[in-house]
């Protein structure tokens, strides 16, 4: 396993110029368009503009089929302010109706056990295909997020991976600063007070006070996760780029 220790060091957009320079066409920016995602997807169009050789921005999301209308509005922003193409992942359509044909469309509300399938079917396993077309890939994910995420590394090799955290040491404020500065798109739900978004069904506002992860899955305890970068017992989820194919 390669040592990234000094990376640590690194501000976001040199590990960002790094990714870029090392890993070309064969690194994306996986976004669900938050805040974080705008910030990172902003810093690595810099980094592909003084890239030492000619490179494309590579931005991808995971669309679940249940995501709120406002994230395609998002979508479409990212679309046209950076020229780039959204790189949308679906889920297998006949896993889908498998699922649903069993278990109802709303199943995540029946059991923990449903609810992870769903999300198992829905994103862990079209991350784990996309992720089998890249060398690297780099998400939003903050230390101050939740306890599971509080000792994140920038960079780390999973399955055979690089997975970047560039953004890893920021506080919600620096988030905020830049965003404002760079006058970055703002997903409509945050107005709402939504703090985190995902699904549609999954995902509600937050009360003043709340840890930032509470409405996903408000009516679960334990942790917040989906299982695409932590598994249910809040360890370092691995396997996911080395899934067969469905
Ligand atoms: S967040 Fe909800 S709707 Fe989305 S994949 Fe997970 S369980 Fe399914």
């Known amino acids: ?31 669900s368009f938050q805040k ?29 089929g249940r995501l709120p209308e406002e994230t395609y509005s998002m979508m479409e922003a ?31 509300f029946i059991s923990p056990e449903l609810r992870h399938c769903c999300c198992d079917i829905r994103k862990t396993r079209p991350l784990g295909r996309k992720l089998r077309e890249l060398r690297a890939w780099a998400t939003g994910l903050r230390r101050e997020q939740s306890a599971t995420r509080a000792h994140i590394p920038k960079v780390a090799e999973v399955d055979e991976k690089i997975k970047l955290n560039p953004l890893a040491d920021w506080t919600a404020s620096q988030v905020e600063q830049y965003t404002r500065e760079h006058g970055l798109p703002v997903h409509p739900l945050y107005a709402r007070g939504y703090a985190s978004i995902g699904c549609a069904p999954c995902t509600r506002a937050i009360q003043p ?14 942790n917040k996760e989906c299982g695409i970068h932590f598994d249910a017992n809040g360890s370092v989820r691995r396997g996911v780029a080395a899934q067969p194919d469905h």
């Open 1 to 31: 396993m390669t040592d990234f220790g000094e990376l640590e060091h690194y501000s976001a957009g040199d590990l960002l110029s790094w990714a870029v320079d090392c890993y070309g066409d064969q690194f994306a920016i996986a976004s």
């Open 36 to 64: 974080e995602d705008m910030v990172l997807t902003d810093l690595a169009s810099v980094a592909v503009a003084k890239a030492v050789s000619p490179r494309r921005l590579r931005v991808f999301t995971l669309d679940t």
């Open 78 to 108: 990212v679309r046209s302010r950076y020229g780039v193409t959204v790189e949308s992942v679906f889920p297998d359509r006949e896993e889908v109706e498998r699922m649903v044909a069993a278990n109802g469309p709303n199943l995540f």
């Open 209 to 222: 006070g709340e840890p930032e992860r509470a409405g996903r899955w408000w009516w679960e305890q334990g």
